[in-house]
């Protein structure tokens, strides 16, 4: 349990990043790793305590305490196998989460004081693989049974993996070139390298997933013929439905959604295309002060945009913790300055855009008014302002699933637009739904935690099939390999 | 009364008070018998009364049977004395049924060939019994047996005759009939009355010419009043005042020779003696049917005492050879009867008395100058000059007191023992006929056929949390981990984790009718070896009977038990059974493979084996085990049936075991070793891997001694303690498991509500083999989250969302927050995880009352109270949140064990309840005077039975002021109250805290076991006002793991179990009943009020509103919220209010204010007991089939409508008719004014707690200080009661001329205590025994001066004062943490065991340093500063005292015949804080509610 009273004679230490003016001049992960002794001193302040808040806070369940321990102990090898267990892909949530189990750790009780949970786990991970423990696991045995996964994201990936692991021949439809969804378009090249999710791509193959890139399921394969195909389908296409901003001047050139300047840039990084959305030289607007937006502002930052601004409707949340709004163990809305603004720009909270206005069609300005930074955001009179914007990048979220696959399996949707599936089995025979398809947008860690939830649900049913009986109910779901 | 719901006759105890009086010169007088009778009124108050004050439990006499008296009464002719012999008969008052009986009699006696000459009605007076005691009178007479012509000279032989019919009749006859005498020799009187009674009911009694020269009497104290006449004491060659703790064990073995038992002297009538017990007997009952048994077959009454309860003779240097040689044979024969006993026994001739081998009951004995011996369980109960005294001695643990009239001396204990030993060459029969295993040639296994270890732990069910919590430990430390909060997982029956067989067999443990032991600081009493090879007939003795194979350590390594398995020899021959089932035969397999092994033993038994291995080595991929406890208890049980369970020991080689838990319900159900292969082999793989940072052998040698001491720690909490009396004693209930497995394969094992069988047995095997089969070596465990909560894993009840939730909901979430947290404690799935959320509420039909109409919340939250947490355990800032809450809302809160800050008596900090716990930390006048509640525990929830520590470096200044100890000094916790090793020990604690404040109410703690609803009924005829039930899951102290996980049971059970014993008791009107463990919503608070409670109490729930996040880290110092910590810098991050604690409850209030409503109750008190209201939820209880019956919890107890549920009286106060009231008249100059006061009072052994009142009244006026010094002056003559100087507080000085009775200076306050013998005394006093056991036990500060010897335990946690004595017991200064001891006399065994502060002076005759217990501390010589202590103190000891040995010693003043004792601890303290003032301010005491591990014991 780690060392007893470490985490008094210890301070929480942040990963080093490199400086915002090195960093803005290539597309490198900017985040890196603590020395080794010095990481496991960071893991020796955690408690293993008696009901692990962090674990609980973790979407995926993982075993924080049990890898901290074995981080503390210089015990990697046994550590990945133990972070495997809960999570497939620790690579991607080492970077891309944004570690709720930290502001559950019940060392930040006393604020920014959590343990390094975060940096550990990319510790294990990045360590493993550079040991080369990370192998492809193929199955023992073979079950002789089909399944396709549609999507490549985290979610579809998490699900194959851990059906082809378990013996079935998992075949995984993608419509973009590659796989990995969002993390491979969306989530910048500095966040993760490419190479870090083609690598992982690789490890399942070698398993044994096919992959089938290019296609378009519903429009290139229809749904009839996936399901002749295969015993069992299960979707994992996502949320990917844009939210709007529908005012003035919303239909002027240079008013993109973020996603199709991410998707843009993710290319031409890559090499892969050219061309696109830019932001070079020019006023660069951001609306939107979540995530995607400030991938946007790093973006456009490494691009040489002549100024980029980031707004945000809601009013700028306290500094620190409110405790009689998020009290620990919960996720704090507290103000957080995101790495992009770190390198630039500038941001504003409680703003309404009123309207766009340019000219030659394209967009030249944005109209905006400060509001009362609440529900119903309330304009506060004489706070009109206009900003020079070349380029406006919408990052407001996204509304629900693309409709035309699910219509197509006839897949009965939940009120809020997603694929109506309680126990990831959908309402179509065969069909099963896991990550944001079904949840909505979410984490990434969520992503993976649902495909290897759908994974079980999907053997269940197959092994129930087998027997002519379905199931009706699961008792249990295990992902953490604890339940007996 | 039968068996009724929860309440089981099986679980009575009694205890009590017993004397005898004997001439020398064997002369019959009446004069004998009206003594005896003098001395039993004298002891009225160690007997009890039940609802009805003149019912008495039970009293009795035992004479010589009195020939001329006889005759004179008699119609018919008698044969000369010694040829005829009178049963006593208790009958039914039914004619036709009394006319059958006595006909059975006698034709039981004709056809035995004796003569019946007639009988007598035995006259009685009815006006002299209660009138429960009289509705249930049996008709009395008795029947005249004459000798056949036949029957030789032998008068045993017409013993014997007289045995056999007894036994014929009594088996025929069943319960109705009883007979409690049938001697030619002795006769008894007893029956359910009070000792004053006895002599009056029975007019015999008074008639002059009934004379004997020796009479045995009895007072008996039964925790219940169930009417009972057979019951009383004296039985037929035994009076008892104990508990045999062994007792299940004992009667199963007994059961298992009955086969083999053969006397020649019996002859062919051997065969109509079984069954050797009679059923439905105490443990005193069966005790003396055995005894009985082992006299009449020849042995004489001191050897079979010594075969029954032997003393500890082990590592003593002072048993001579033969002794060591007999103590040695006899354990191959039989086990010890093993508890707290003073046994008085007689056959008529010989008279005396044994003591256990702890000494843990009083017995004094004087001789006059005019050959009379009396013996009591207290000194002064006849009134005799002291110039008539001789001599006068206590019993010694484990010594005979032995008077033989024959020879008419009292014979010494060691001649009377070399004369049994030297009777046969026992030694050199154990010597030619053992064999040890340590001895036989080393072998390997023959067949190796090793599955992969990984394999292996998957198989047997292994866990992550296993090898890091359970067995790392164990090999690293040499000990069991520790672990903090309690356990908030379900019972085994209710996971759905298929828990192994180990942990649904909850450990017993004692708790108030006898005494736990402490296995470290008096390991001299302890022993594990164990014996294998198969046992001969009782009643003879060979040197065959020598042939057993002896086991230091029943753990054993693979090799030993190849050692085992190969032993190649005449003697010993093995046999190993396959427990191991086909897979392939599945579920079903299982009952065939029981069928298989059991057949198996029969088989091997057959061909001579004697040492039965019974394995699951074979489990592999097509083999599955069974559990390995069950193949044990399905052969043990099987052959002790047969009638062939002691031609073989058992011994068992598994995979499965891997704790104490598992090994000691191995060893608790029959065998007696065991080879944990997989545990050893596991242990050797975390070394190999790097995990375990030792070499193989030592890993494995360091976990082997843990568990071992484990083990004892196990065997200790029931107060047992030997292995071999553990071995097959059965000491566990049995919770969730069904009647039908265990009436089949743990016989005799309580098991109240139902639960699995051997088919979910079956498949939990198989579900464990399939993770393993077809397996990955290279799987990782799996992480169950049984220790600390994780997501997939074990259900925690504390959980990351309802502790969040709840700190959310007091911390501006409000109701709705609350509610949130309520229903995530309440909803089904966490439901299923406790008994009382399979119940359900029959809400009123026509839907309740108004909200409106329910009293108000502020009213229910009074009946809350917070959990007893020390300071100490708890930081100053969380204890005074609790404090400050609980005082607001009008409820109370608990000091724990550790003291209050005097400070705090005088604002809302200020705890109400005061805790009183065996360490006494913190206890004097003052604390106790500042009460409203005095709670005694007697037990805590997390680890009952057990005592601990507080290590030196968290004893800080204010934490050892508070608790009146040194800073830096580590302080323990002894597992006993060591005044409380019986039910009238705790009547006389009570007794004296109510002198220590009679305004405020006694509360008793009691953890739920089976049973405890008895031992709540005797705690309600103690005097206590309020009980409270603990449950064994709540617990926020430091415990052993085991003891968190395996020790009791739910509150639910042990609630319902007081509720139902109380209210069939008439009890429980006067009690207020409590309970706690997991409290945390409405809902729990109502169910426990309609199973009986009045009042609830909560601690981890105020904990955690107060910001506690069960890190369970309580035991590092390291708690992150500030709580359970006393460092500076964590207890600034405490952030929690008064406020959060008060919405909290007023929360729970409203919630029960709801359900009120919808039960129609508007008045809290007209819920409490209604379990009416309750039924089981056949959702729930259905949803797994598992068996779960609550029809016992939900029992409506059978008595008349209109019978209180509740409290609704007070007790009746004991003390109104105290010696100090007139005391305090006396001491009024004193109290009013400051003038000084002197006076001279008689005082009476009963006159208990002289000065306690007195004392109150001064700390009432006088606050902490005191009276001046010398203010009240009193002296008083005669012998006193118990607890003479309880409590004194500065400024009274009692001088006792006379003698004292146990407990004298008692949590002695200030005040000054001397006993001196009268100056015409005729002996010498520095020779003789002048105050009882346990004196000045806490004393806190004052001084004490004894002229002459006292008993055990002398000083036993003192931690202030300052006393000199002439001589001591056993257990000298045992756990003293401060003061000074100046011994000039002999001292007894174990001295200073446990000490950790304080000084000892002891005059050292040299063989001082072979008593000393040096594991704390150091033998130094005198320098000048003691020397300066020491002289002073021998000064004022002459002055006050007139000793002329203190006075020798100083005017020929020698420092070097003193040898200083000083604890290594101490004496480092006192180097780096300086020296306390010890004399007016106490300087120390100890810990409680705040362990640690033993290793972190001083060294």
Redesign the interface.
Known sequence: MGR??A??KVGRTEAPERPPAERVADYHEFVGTLPLTELREQAARC???????C???CPL?N?I??WNDLVYRDRFDEAI??LH?TNNFPEFTGRLCPAPCEA?C??E??EGNAVSIKQVELAIIDRAWDEGWVVPQPA?QKTGRSVAVVGSGPAGLACAQQLQRAGEDVVVYERDEAAGGLIRFGVPEFKIEKRLVERRVQQLAAEGVEFRFGVNVGVDVTAAELQARHRAVVLATGSRIPRDLPVPGRDLVGIHFAMDYLYDRARAVAGTASGGISAAGKHVVVIGGGDTGADCVGHAHREGAASVTQIELLGTPPPSRP??LT????WPMKLRTSYALKEGGERQFAISTTHFSGANGTVEAIHWQENTGTPPFELVPGTAESRPAELVLLALGFLGPEVELLDQLQVERDARGNAAAARYLTSADGVFAAGDVRRGQSLIVWAINEGRQCAESVRAWLDAEGRSERPNAFV?I??????? | MRKQGLYDPAFEHDACGVAFVARLDGVRSHETIAQALVALEHMEHRGAAGAEAETGDGAGILVQLPDTFLRSVVDFELPEAGRYGVAVCFLPRSAPRRAELEQLLERTVRAEGQVVLGWRDVPVDRRHAGSQASLFAPTIRQLFVGASSEAGDDPLAFERKLYVIRRVAEREAGPDLVIPSFSARTLVYKGMLTSPQLGRYFTDLADETMTSALALVHSRFSTNTFPSWELAHPYRMIAHNGEINTLRGNVNWIRARESQLASELFGSDSAKLAPIVRPGGSDTAVFDNVLELLVLSGRSLPHALMMMVPEAYGGRADVSDALRGFYRFHECLTEAWDGPAAIAFTDGTLIGATLDRNGLRPGRWLETTDGLVVLASETGVLDIPADRILRKGRLQPGKLFLVDLAQGRIVPDVEAKEEVAARKPYGEWFEREHVRLADLPPRTRAEHRDEPVRLLQLAF?YT?EDMKVMLAPLAVNGEEAIG??GNDTPLAVLS???PLLYSYFKQLFAQVTNPPIDPIREAVVMSVQSLVGSEHNLLAETPAHARQLVIDNPILRDEELESLRQVDSDVFKAHTIDFTWPVAEGVDGLEPALERICAEADAALEEGSNILIVSDRNVGPDRVAMPSLLAVGAIHHHLVRAGTRLQAGLVVESGEPRSVQSVAVLIGYGAAAVNPYLMLATIGQLVDEGRIELDRATAEERALKAVGKGLLKTISKMGISTLSSYCGAQVFEAVGLSNELVDRHFTGTPSRIGGIGTGELAEGAL??HA?AYPG?AGE?L????L???????EH?Q????T??LL??AV??GGRSTYEQFAAAVNDDSARRSTLRGLLRFRTAGDGGIPLDDVEPASEIVKRFSTGAMSLGSLSREAHETLAVAMNRIGGRSNTGEGGEDPERYLDERRSKIKQVASGRFGVNIDYLTNADEIQIKMAQGAKPGEGGQLPGHKVDAYIAGVRFTTPGVGLISPPPHHDIYSIEDLKQLIYDLRCANPGARISVKLVSEVGVGTVAAGVAKCNADHILISGHDGGTGASPISSILHAGVPWEIGLAETQQTLVLNGLRSRVWVQTDGQLKTGRDVVVAALLGADEMGFATAPLIAT?C?????CH???C??GIATQ?P??RR?FTGQPEHVIEFFFHVAEDVREIMASLGIARFEDLVGRVDLLEADGALVHWQTRGIDLSNVLRIPDVPEGTPLRRTEAQVSPILHALDWRLIEAAAPALDDDTPVEATFAVRNVDRTVGGLLSHQVAKRRGRAGLPPGSVRFELRGSAGQSFGAWLAPGIELTLVGDANDYVGKGLSGGVVAVRPPGDAAYRAEENVIVGNTVLYGATSGRAFFRGVAGERFAVRNSGALAVVEGLGDHGCEYMTGGRVVVIGPTGRNFAAGMSGGIAYVLDDDRFAARCNTQLVALEPLEEADEIVVRSLLDEHVARTGSPVADALLADWDPARFTKVIPHDYKRALAVHGEARYSDQPISTGGGGFFTKESEEAA
């Open positions: 007893i009273g985490f008094l408690m293993e305590c008696g009901v692990p808040f674990h609980h806070g369940g075993l305490p049990d196998q133990q267990r559950a019940v060392l009780i006393n023992a405790d009689d009290p620990w163990p919960l249990s295990a992902t953490t390999g604890t339940s007996e | 069910g992550q903090s909060m759905n984790r298929r579900t464990r993770r990955n990782l799996p992480v169950v989250g220790y600390a909560w994780r997501r997939d894993g925690h504390w959980n990351p969302e502790i969040a700190q959310h911390r501006g910001g996040v069960m890190m369970r880290a590092l110092n390291t992150p919220v460092d810098e964590l991050r």
